[in-house]
């Protein structure tokens, strides 16, 4: 492991540490006290309508209070105290895919969008597979393509999209890519686990990726606590190998644990803080991120 001398002085930066999948097991408080102790973790929160309120999905109440504590003034035009990203699924990406073609899709995902916005997000993750409740059948035609166009330009000096590149949504992101040019808030996230905690057999990345988001590309699949540190040193040098000057790294399953519930028999299903903070750990003994005064 190098040291953070020697780490701290890599190339290319870690822009975002993300920990998917923040739900109603967890208390606000603490989520926001990690969140402004390092400010490079990002809190990615599922939305999905047909699971809200299970494992993962976050009740609209959660949100919402969530979004109020952090309002020490107006989110909308002051920068949000922590880092959130919604990662969209189900009914929600299909309206965003069927934008240019039908009016109610566009004034439902627009106005949920704007929602998300004043809540404090300024990411928002395409999950844009079967797994997630999409329907797939129609990724790589035109309309879908111009809809997801459509949506970037709409919200293109608030929120960054991030679009998953895997084989399911090939016929997306190649389509996207074979634009003269793409908007700026437009990034890509290579993801093969599509949240179910699959491993990445390798950490590679094609320079067309760096070139198409400005150099920022992110990494998703079967990251935790016990490979955190490998995936790190080892996306560092891919990025570094295909011109890459920032990433991200980002994982759902891995920072998940089953406990037993208040009736001392069912399991529960909960975002685990303490993984998360394990994987924070190790990030800050690479030298990619500190620990805030006093905690060194």
Same mark, same amino acid.
């Given at each position: ?155 293109? +000096?608030?929120? #960054?999209? /991030?679009?998953?590149?895997? =084989?399911?949504? @090939? ?5 996207? *890519? ?96 303490? +993984?998360?903070? #394990?994987? /924070?750990?190790?990030?800050? =003994?690479?030298? @990619? ?5 006093? *905690?060194?």
């Amino acid at each position: 492991m190098p040291s953070t001398t020697t780490a701290a002085a890599s190339y290319p930066n870690l822009a975002a540490l993300g920990f998917c999948g923040a739900d109603d097991s967890v208390n606000h408080r603490h989520l926001i006290l990690l969140g402004k102790s390092y400010p490079t973790i990002e809190w990615g929160i599922l939305f999905r309508p047909d699971k809200e309120g299970q494992p993962r999905y976050a009740t609209r109440q959660w949100v919402c209070r969530l979004a109020e504590l952090l309002r020490q003034n107006d989110v909308a035009t002051a920068p949000p105290p922590i880092r959130l990203a919604a990662h969209l699924c189900g009914s929600h990406v299909n309206n965003l895919l069927s934008s240019s073609t039908d009016t109610s899709c566009a004034n439902n995902i627009d106005t949920f969008l704007t929602e998300l916005y004043n809540w404090g997000f300024r990411r928002v993750q395409v999950n844009a597979t079967a797994v997630n409740g999409v329907h797939t059948e129609h990724l790589g035609e035109k309309a879908t393509i111009q809809s997801f166009l459509r949506t970037t330009a709409a919200h293109l +000096k608030k929120l #960054e999209f /991030i679009v998953q590149k895997n =084989e399911e949504t @090939l016929p997306l992101w190649n389509g996207l *890519l074979e634009q003269e040019a793409l908007p700026e808030n437009i990034v890509f996230l290579h993801d093969e686990s599509k949240g179910t905690g699959k491993e990445a057999s390798a950490w590679s990345i094609d320079p067309q990726f760096v070139t198409s988001s400005r150099k920022i590309v992110g990494y998703a699949g079967g990251i935790k606590p016990v490979n955190v540190g490998k995936v790190a040193q080892d996306t560092i040098k891919a990025c570094q190998e295909s011109g890459g000057k920032e990433f991200w790294i980002d994982m759902e399953s891995g920072v998940r644990s089953k406990v037993i519930g208040a009736s001392g028999k069912e399991e529960e299903d909960i975002f685990d803080l303490s +993984k998360c903070y #394990e994987c /924070i750990d190790t990030i800050c =003994e690479l030298g @990619l991120i500190e620990h805030p005064p006093g *905690l060194q």
